[in-house]
């Protein structure tokens, strides 16, 4: 039987919970140029080598083997994934992938107005903006850099290209935008984008992790509701990580709540990260990696079975196995380990 909102046309290919692979999160580079407080809050970090990162070559072609065994979402993240070079054309080799049904990306907005034309014309299907507030200077204290007006811009120039289905993640913090609820979705009428509000998570740099921190999908739900009224939610039809809901007027927001109700038994996603490390989970702690094997000359059908030998091995379920440590408030990922290996960084791993 399979796990509840899970799509049972995506992938014959299941792990131990009967959990299809329909979904890659591809990050193009672990660099950003942002700093937020919840992903990078450190002063220093080790990058990734370059010559580690995948080519625009090997992206397509892992892209085609995983497709090959069931997936047919593919976003593009980072880091920043505007900052990789010629992104243009990774999006056309992507775009031209048989059996890619959804192309989308999910950016910070930085550089989203220059790029946003471009990136429609080689086949981008969809763009996800990270937008935490609607005020400079909660933005430059979170971000540590004073480009939301730029943010602004992109968000303007992915309307204005026509990429349909604009979203708008914000990840709520009490003490920080827990009173910009309401801004952010009429902000959300005006640009047409669906704006989804995220649980703070304690995930790779998230060092200073404080559950008191956490606004919770019940407090975003009481909140909108005292000001909007009625809701009802929209019924599920995928795997999707929000949960949405639609006011009485018809707008619809979603809510990721990862912390205190977590998805994992819908979950079908995994992430790639720049330099080819294969994880199952956004908490995982080890993965597998794909870049060796791909430059050692292992054929597509060795690639496969790789890929489907480890899925159907996987039994992640990171979020439910933290919820019921984290009343202590421990952050799970030591700085001291970040240190050493830079895949447990959020800004690494793709988000």
């Not at 827990?178 to 998570?201: K, N, Q, W």
């Amino acid at each position: 039987m399979l796990a509840s909102g899970v799509d049972a046309s995506v992938s014959s290919v299941r792990d131990v919970f009967d959990r299809p692979m329909g979904a890659l999160r591809i990050s193009l580079t672990d660099r950003c140029n942002l700093r937020c407080r919840y992903c990078m809050p450190e002063e220093e970090y080790a990058w990734l080598p370059r010559q580690d990162l995948l080519t625009f070559e090997e992206i397509e072609r892992i892209t085609e083997v995983f497709v090959s065994v069931g997936v047919d979402k593919i976003r593009l993240t980072g880091g920043e994934p505007l900052l990789r070079r010629d992104l243009p054309e990774l999006v056309r080799r992507l775009a031209g992938v048989p059996g890619v049904k959804d192309l989308a990306m999910t950016t910070n907005g930085v550089l989203l107005a220059r790029h946003a034309e471009p990136l429609r014309e080689a086949g981008l299907h969809r763009v996800t903006v990270s937008l935490d507030t609607l005020r400079p200077d909660r933005f430059a204290e979170m971000t540590r850099r004073g480009t939301h007006d730029e943010v602004l811009a992109g968000i303007a120039a992915a309307v204005a290209t026509g990429l349909t289905d604009l979203k708008i993640d914000t990840v709520m913090m009490r003490g920080y935008n827990d009173d910009e609820l309401a801004d952010l979705i009429e902000f959300g009428r005006t640009v047409s984008a669906e704006v989804r509000f995220i649980e703070y998570m304690d995930v790779g740099g998230a060092t200073r992790w404080q559950p008191e921190k956490v606004l919770s999908r019940a407090e975003i739900l009481q909140e909108i509701s005292s000001r909007y009224g009625s809701y009802e939610e929209v019924r599920r039809t995928d795997s999707a990580p929000a949960d949405r809901f639609r006011l009485p007027d018809g707008t619809v927001f979603g809510i990721i709540s990862s912390t205190t109700q977590p998805f994992c038994a819908s979950c079908d996603r995994s992430r790639l990260t720049a330099d080819g490390m294969w994880l199952r989970c956004l908490y995982a702690i080890t993965g597998t990696d794909l870049r060796t094997p791909l430059r050692s000359g292992a054929t597509d059908d060795e690639l496969r079975t790789l890929i489907t030998g480890t899925w159907q091995r996987r039994a992640d379920r990171g979020a439910v196995d933290r919820l019921s440590g984290r009343a202590d408030g421990q952050v799970f990922v030591s700085l001291e380990s970040l240190k050493r290996d830079p895949h447990l960084e959020m800004h690494t791993r793709g988000g």
